[in-house]
């Protein structure tokens, strides 16, 4: 019995942990870029886009489809690096629990 009020206590904390884990992550940004830097996106861990910025040289109407291509492809750099930012965090919080392996928690 005190096994299982340990286990108790223990995925309460868990609880604790994840839902101030899930709050950090709405605070930690990271950036993705493509075409050498010239789109830049920043979004929050959790994949809300909060800004996009665009080398005004990119702003010809007949090379519209690159730009969007490079849109596309500085999203999805900045949503890698979101991904493994909440990894490495949830990684830090999970230290110690025996999870199996690739295991994801959120």
């Known amino acids: 019995m005190r096994d299982l009020m340990g286990i108790m206590k223990q995925a309460q904390a868990m609880q604790e942990k994840m839902a101030s884990l899930q709050s950090e992550l709405d605070t930690?940004?990271?950036?993705?870029?493509?075409?050498?830097?010239?789109v830049g996106?920043?979004?929050?861990?959790?994949?809300?886009?909060?800004?996009?910025?665009?080398?005004?040289?990119?702003?010809n109407p007949d090379e519209r489809e690159i730009l969007e291509d490079l849109i596309v492809a500085a999203v999805n750099d900045a949503r890698g690096k979101a991904e493994h930012a909440a990894a490495e965090r949830m990684a830090e919080l999970t230290k110690g629990l025996p999870l199996p392996p690739g295991m994801k928690l959120f």
Do not use: Y
């Open 41 to 59: 996106v920043t979004m929050t861990a959790k994949g809300l886009v909060r800004s996009v910025a665009i080398d005004p040289g990119l702003m």
């Open 28 to 38: 930690v940004e990271v950036t993705g870029a493509s075409g050498g830097g010239a």
